[in-house]
């Protein structure tokens, strides 16, 4: 039985750890603190003196977005081991918070003993900022081993990123909100876009999906009309920005029937 056990436990980071993880959509002063993964790793109580794994976020998407972070509570450790050691911050108790930042953005454990140890790995905070883009998905990739494994959190697509953060209560450049009008709302296959701007004003129209992701994107002139076709775009509530070239924003809520 204790042959079988280290490969036992490296199954148990296998099947748990390797797991592709959707970001829910952020809005600017909405607190949020959500579960977003359930690591769990086996100890082979065979690695010392080297380490057993490595549990990191990459740090392109550490501190993605202003007032939010990653943070894990410990648990599963059991009474006869009372405690997990970790080279940044020493023994880690059951209920025990570790926080991810910039400066610290992995921890490295250890453990003389087999065991099962799980973190539930949480996104918290409030939105600072609006209209921040973050990654809408990210991946738990972890190897496959008895000892010296890392787990890395990370985004599955590159910077610039696809998912953007939300101001419900927008009221940024009255001016252009006046001088634009939207419409039909709801629409279907075509959204026609009214302006009484400076024809020398170019505004970069984006449009996002419910779950924050950038579905459709265009650069223009505008002068008095254009057209947008939207027969691409899915049945659901989308939000509409609007950006001149000075920087100016507006936000409205579309419906595609």
């Not at 490595?54 to 392109?60: A, G, K, R």
């Not at 020493?90 to 926080?99: A, K, Q, R």
Request: with cysteine; proline share 6%; charged share 10%.
């Amino acid at each position: 039985m204790k042959k079988l056990l280290p490969l036992f436990f490296s199954f148990i980071i296998w099947q748990n750890a390797n797991a592709q993880i959707q970001i829910p959509q952020l809005e600017v002063g909405k607190p949020v603190d959500t579960v977003i993964h359930n690591f769990i790793y086996g100890f082979s109580g065979t690695c010392l003196p080297v380490y057993d794994v490595i549990l990191e976020i990459d740090p392109s998407i550490v501190d993605f977005v202003s007032g939010i972070h990653f943070y894990g509570t410990i648990s599963g450790i059991p009474n006869f081991l009372d405690s997990v050691l970790t080279d940044e911050v020493g023994f880690l108790l059951n209920g025990d918070t570790i926080w991810f930042d910039a400066a610290l953005n992995s921890y490295t454990f250890h453990s003389p003993l087999p065991f099962t140890m799980m973190i539930d790995l949480h996104l918290a905070g409030t939105p600072l900022t609006p209209f921040e883009l973050y990654p809408c998905d990210l991946v738990m990739n972890c190897t496959l081993g008895i000892c010296q494994n890392t787990c890395l959190l990370t985004s599955l697509s590159p910077a610039p990123f696809q998912c953007m953060v939300n101001d419900l209560n927008s009221t940024n450049n009255i001016n252009i909100k006046d001088n634009l009008n939207i419409y039909p709302n709801p629409a279907s296959d075509q959204i026609i876009i009214n302006s009484n701007l400076n024809s020398s004003k170019e505004l970069t129209i984006e449009i996002y999906n419910s779950a924050g992701k950038l579905a459709f994107t265009v650069s223009q002139i505008i002068t008095e009309t254009h057209i947008l076709d939207s027969s691409n775009l899915n049945a659901g509530i989308y939000t509409i920005i609007m950006t001149d070239d000075d920087g100016n924003q507006w936000q409205e809520k579309l419906v595609i029937n």
